[in-house]
T-cell receptor, first 114, second 115 residues
Framework: DAGVTQSPTHLIKTRGQQVTLRCSPI?????VSWYQQVLGQGPQFIFQ???????GRGNFPDRFSARQFPNYSSELNVNALLLGDSALYLC?????????????FGPGTRLTVT | AQSVTQPDIHITVSEGASLELRCNYS??????LFWYVQSPGQGLQLLLK??????LVQGIKGFEAEFKRSQSSFNLRKPSVHWSDAAEYFC?????????????FGKGTKLSVIP
């Protein structure tokens, strides 16, 4: 079975621009979470979606938004990019139907803001 | 709020030596505990998890971890390290709060292996 996939792999944006990152969960998984990993740090939680509803939000500004589609894929949007938004953005999926709480991560999208 | 502390930023061991990576968490109830490994430029791979029951859990790649409630610790161990184990290791905690099972990570421990 395919794991979590993310696109694009890398991208470079300019300050003030907007960016959209995409994630496809493992087949059968209905929950998707987004994390930001700044160089040298552990990942930080941004959002969690389950059955297309937001179930959790981390301490990030309103410039960050996300949504989940009927096929359970997800998009993360970041507006008005700042240099500090440069990071590896990780998507994780989990299957809450089985009571399983572990999350499986994709390879990430490396965002560089110049 | 929950937090995770990994006191060792960088550890170097010789190939074949044993390994222990430390992790302490701060949370009132029993959390769900995880160890992930990350190779350079890659995503995170789940090594093992603890939800309940036996406090010694086995994972992939020969790793194990022991949950000690009295010490709020969940240390990762491996009896004999291989050069391919060189990577960054993250301890994480999760709990059910308002329907979200978000993960809180430590800052990670980078493992270097000397041939």
């Amino acid at each position: 079975d395919a794991g979590v996939t993310q696109s694009p792999t890398h991208l470079i944006k300019t300050r003030g621009q907007q960016v959209t990152l995409r994630c496809s969960p493992i087949s059968g998984h209905k929950s998707v979470s987004w994390y930001q990993q700044v160089l040298g740090q552990g990942p930080q939680f941004i959002f969690q979606y389950y059955e297309k509803e937001e179930r959790g939000r981390g301490n990030f500004p309103d410039r960050f938004s996300a949504r989940q589609f009927p096929n359970y894929s997800s998009e993360l949007n970041v507006n008005a990019l700042l240099l500090g938004d440069s990071a590896l953005y990780l998507c994780a999926s989990s299957s809450r139907d089985t009571g399983s709480y572990e999350q499986y991560f994709g390879p990430g999208t490396r965002l560089t803001v110049t | 709020a929950q937090s995770v502390t990994q006191p060792d930023i960088h550890i170097t061991v010789s190939e074949g030596a044993s390994l222990e990576l430390r992790c302490n968490y701060s949370y009132g109830a029993t959390p769900y505990l995880f160890w992930y490994v990350q190779s350079p430029g890659q995503g995170l791979q789940l090594l093992l998890k603890y939800f309940s029951g036996d406090t010694l859990v086995q994972g992939i790649k020969g790793f194990e971890a022991e949950f000690k409630r009295s010490q709020s610790s969940f240390n990762l161990r491996k009896p004999s390290v291989h050069w391919s184990d060189a990577a960054e290791y993250f301890c994480a905690v999760s709990y059910s709060g308002a329907g979200s099972y978000q993960l809180t990570f430590g800052k990670g421990t980078k493992l270097s292996v000397i041939p």
